[in-house]
Each structure stands twice: as C-alpha cells, then as structure tokens.
C-alpha cells in the first residue's frame, strides 16, 4: 500500500512553494497602506475641490447685486449665471423688485419665489433673479394685471417660470413650475390663455 506522505507529494507536486509567512504579512500590510493613502488622497482632493467649488458661489453670490444681476461677461461674478433681463428694454424687469420688507417677505409663500404685493408690485425673493418676463399675458376676469416670469436661482440655477395675476383689492394667484417639467415649451407657451397652451385660468 502507498504511503500517505507519498500521496500528498504527488498531488502537491505541480504547485508552487510556499511563501514564507512573513513576506505574506509584509506584502498585506504594504497594500493596506498604499490602499489608505489612495483613499485620503481622494478624501482631499474631493475636499479641495468642493472647497474650490464653494468659494466660487460664494464669490458669485457675494459679488451679486439682486437689483442689478450679474458682473459683465467674463468677471469672476458671471460664473455660469444666466444673463438677467435689462430693466430699460421694453420688455425688461421695470416693475419687479428684490423682496426687502418683511412685508413683502411675508407676501411670498413659502414654498414660491416670486408674488403680487398687496399694492400690485411684484417681488422675487432675494437670491433669484429675473431671466425673462412677459407682460402682455391673459388677465383673467376679475384681476387687473398678470405677468409672466422666469427667475434663476443664483445659488443652484434652478429656474423657475411664474404666471402671476393681481387683482386691486389685494387678491392675487400664483401658478409655478418648471422648465424641466415642461420640455420643448416656452414660458409663453406654458402660460394660461397663450395660444398653443395647455389651459386657461
């Protein structure tokens, strides 16, 4: 009969010898270190970019004048903003301002930007800005003016489109949404009683 330690041999006789144990332990320990650095090499260079990241909006946001948009083309304060509507074009942003009382705060709901005061004025909330407006828009019976805006958020750029009506006792409605929610659509189109839109007030 063969011996055991014979078998073994022979089964074991094409793999490669082994390695010492602690040359195992040492070749372990220098892929634990070399995996930790990469991940606080990545942990850094995240930060730094999000630090980089933040200083730019910061910059932006602190550089921002709400009456007044953002810088000229190419300054530091045009990072990424869309260009705001000139107030002395025809069909600019005269009449709407910056929230600034807290009654004209309180006048906004809280989960909109943009409103009727009870005077007829119209005001955005601070942080967002007036990309586009439309004045000549359906009034509904009852309500004396109407506006259409599209504000950008100059945090985010999140834009939002307002179909806004006011009527002279203080009454006014507010209809909200988005462009992303409205593909292959203008603010003029989206908004009640435009030709091609989806409702009327």
């Known amino acids: 009969m063969i011996d055991l330690e014979e078998r073994f041999e022979r089964a074991w006789a094409g793999e490669p010898a082994h390695v010492d144990l602690e040359l195992r332990l040492a070749g372990g320990r220098t892929r634990l270190r070399r995996r930790r650095l990469a991940v606080a090499g990545g942990a850094l260079a995240a930060a730094v970019a999000l630090s980089g990241g ?3 909006a910061i910059g932006v946001v ?8 953002p810088g000229p083309a190419g300054s530091p304060r045009d990072a990424g903003l869309p260009r705001p509507v000139d107030p002395d074009e025809p069909s600019g942003a005269r009449g709407v301002e910056v929230a600034q009382t807290v009654l004209d705060l309180k006048r906004i709901d809280p989960v909109t930007n ?4 009870d005077d007829g004025r119209v005001v955005v909330r601070p ?11 359906y009034v509904a019976p009852g309500k004396q003016a109407a506006i259409g805006l599209e504000i950008t958020n100059t945090t985010t ?4 489109w307002y179909y806004l009506q ?9 209809n909200r949404s988005w462009p992303q ?8 189109g989206w908004m009640p009683g435009a030709p091609g839109s989806r ?3």
Not at 114 to 117: F, G, I, L, P
Not at 166 to 174: H, K, M, P, Q
Not at 181 to 188: D, E, I, K, S, V
Request: glycine share 14%.
């Open 54 to 56: 933040a200083a730019v």
């Open 62 to 69: 602190a550089g921002h004048d709400p009456g007044h948009g």
């Open 114 to 117: 943009a409103a009727y005061t």
């Open 127 to 137: 942080g967002w800005l007036v990309t586009q407006k439309i004045d000549d828009v």
């Open 157 to 160: 750029l999140e834009a939002e």
């Open 166 to 174: 006011w009527g002279e006792d203080g009454s006014s409605s507010v």
């Open 181 to 188: 929610a409205n593909p292959g659509m203008t603010l003029r």
């Open 199 to 201: 409702s009327r007030p």
